[in-house]
């Protein structure tokens, strides 16, 4: 297995460059789709970890080549977004755990998530007052009356655990959030090696999760069993993903929105049976595209 690790030039931080892979004899991963290197740069991470194995690298670096039968690849996310519906069981199941490891007499410390997860309280906020300026403060007050024993219980978790932070009610809907204050584009992990930079990855449960993608950052929306997997660090074993390409040229005439862009390309997708695949963008096109633009677009994906 290649050991593809190294360091990025005038900084402390390592990452994993790609063109190790030609060298090592893996395939010329250069004239990739971007959706397929990022995924690569995972699978080559956990090989550097003795997580992956050979047949999934060859599999990925001679895209699209038909993959041999037993080929899958292990998606592991460098983050993961959840909401309070499928959050707070998310949480129930960490602290069963670590009351088991308790009545074992182990350290029930060992029971932390091993991705970064953020929890963001919007799906069981309510409106109990409008049309005045104490309106908010007022649907604040009564979502925590509602609430207290849910948020006291992750409050608690939020210092339990390492990789566990809450956004709270009142600051945005989660897919949102995500875009604006959550995400890195490029994430650092601290291992006994150092500091590694890497893209910035996620799984979430809410099903906009996609609208991340505007950022340039790969992530959709799974399962709360998914995510809570991915929280453990158990990989998402995808199929050789197939990945079709839109060109994008010129710009939106006066008149046209972004929104009418994404109808458009939604009707032409379907028109073409692009389901279960991940779909990039390209092109001089995309550079008179803003990102609340790029944004409306990827959240077509759902």
């Known amino acids: 297995m290649i050991s593809a690790r190294q360091r990025l030039a005038s900084t402390d931080l390592d990452y994993y460059p790609l063109n190790r892979l030609a060298d090592a004899g893996f395939g010329d991963p250069a004239k990739l789709p971007i959706t397929v290197k990022i995924l690569l740069e995972g ?71 091993l991705v970064q997860a953020d929890l963001v309280i919007d799906h069981s906020v309510q409106v109990d007052a409008f049309g005045s300026l104490g309106s908010y403060a007022r649907n604040i007050e009564r979502e925590y009356e509602r609430n207290g024993e849910r948020y006291a219980l992750l409050r608690w978790a939020q210092q339990a655990f390492h990789n566990f932070s809450v956004v709270p009610p009142g600051m945005g809907i989660c897919h949102q959030v995500n875009l604006e204050r959550l995400s890195r584009v490029v994430q650092v992990q601290t291992d006994a090696k150092g500091s590694v930079a890497l893209p910035d990855t996620l799984l979430g449960t809410d099903s906009h999760t996609t609208m991340v993608n505007g950022l340039g950052v790969l992530g959709w929306g799974v399962g709360g069993i998914e995510a809570e997997a991915a929280l453990l660090g158990q990989p998402t074993y995808l199929p050789t993903p197939v990945v079709v390409g839109v060109r994008m040229t010129g710009s939106l005439r006066p008149g046209a929105t972004a929104t009418d862009l994404v109808l458009t ?38």
């Open 43 to 113: 699978l080559v991470r956990q090989a550097d970890r003795g997580r992956v194995s050979e047949t999934s690298l060859r599999a990925l670096t001679r895209w699209p080549e038909r993959p041999p039968a037993d080929a899958e690849v292990p998606y592991l996310p460098s983050r993961i977004l959840l909401q309070d519906f499928t959050g707070v069981p998310a949480v129930l199941d960490l602290a069963a755990m670590r009351s088991a490891m308790q009545r074992a007499g182990k350290d029930a410390g060992r029971i932390d998530p």
């Open 265 to 302: 390309l939604t009707e032409m997708l379907r028109a073409h049976g692009v389901v279960n695949k991940f779909v990039e963008f390209c092109g001089a096109g995309l550079s008179s595209l803003s990102v609340p633009d790029r944004a409306t677009l990827s959240n077509m994906c759902p």
